[in-house]
């Protein structure tokens, strides 16, 4: 994906995503390249991780970009759950990175965005909604994970689905 030119917050990348879905749309804008990602590398080469950790910091960075957007992504201005999406899209970069059978780098993994989560010196993560960003890998970690994911996207994309409908004759050819 190419980088975008100038600093993106997490919600104007959301706003342009070319996506017609609303958990496409939030995916597509958590993946979104931007000159803005070099200023969290710092924070994420605080806690290295076994192995892998160059493709773990592309994530941890585009997470902190996330964060910063956190209290407008959680005050209710939207009628699905942005942290499952968010920790769907983490335990998914992970299985791309380590594969399903490793388990313990998928846990250090997800312990590095907790770490970073509670390390964060410039976000008030004292306010309720930054609990809502926290990294959980009990909402994620299930053997059918994917089915969970693709079951949620539903949900969060039905109402777009769901205004679709009228425009389809209810006639069966």
């Known amino acids: 994906m190419p980088t975008q030119p100038n600093p993106a917050d997490f919600l104007g990348l959301l706003r342009n995503s070319k996506k017609e879905l ?5 995916y597509d804008a958590l993946d979104s390249e931007s000159s803005d990602l070099s200023k969290y590398e710092e924070i994420c080469n605080v806690m290295p991780v076994r192995t892998e950790s160059d493709n773990v910091n592309i ?3 585009k997470y902190l970009r996330y964060l910063k957007n956190c209290e407008a992504l ?3 201005s939207f009628t699905y ?3 499952r999406l968010l920790n769907y899209w983490l335990y998914d970069k992970l299985i791309n990175i380590y594969g399903t059978n490793d ?3 998928i846990r250090l993994g997800f312990g590095r965005f907790q770490y970073v989560w509670e390390y964060q010196k410039f976000f008030p993560k004292k306010k ?3 609990e809502k960003c926290k990294p959980d890998l009990d ?3 299930h053997k059918d994970w994917k089915n969970r994911k ?3 996207d539903y949900c969060v994309n039905y109402e777009y689905m769901a205004s679709t409908c009228p425009y389809f004759d209810d006639a069966c050819y």
């Open 139 to 141: 909402m994620v970690n």
């Open 128 to 130: 309720p909604y930054y």
């Open 81 to 83: 759950d942005v942290s």
């Open 59 to 61: 994530i941890c960075t």
């Open 74 to 76: 959680n005050n209710g």
């Open 150 to 152: 693709e079951l949620y």
């Open 22 to 26: 609303n958990s496409e749309k939030f």
């Open 103 to 105: 388990e313990l780098d």
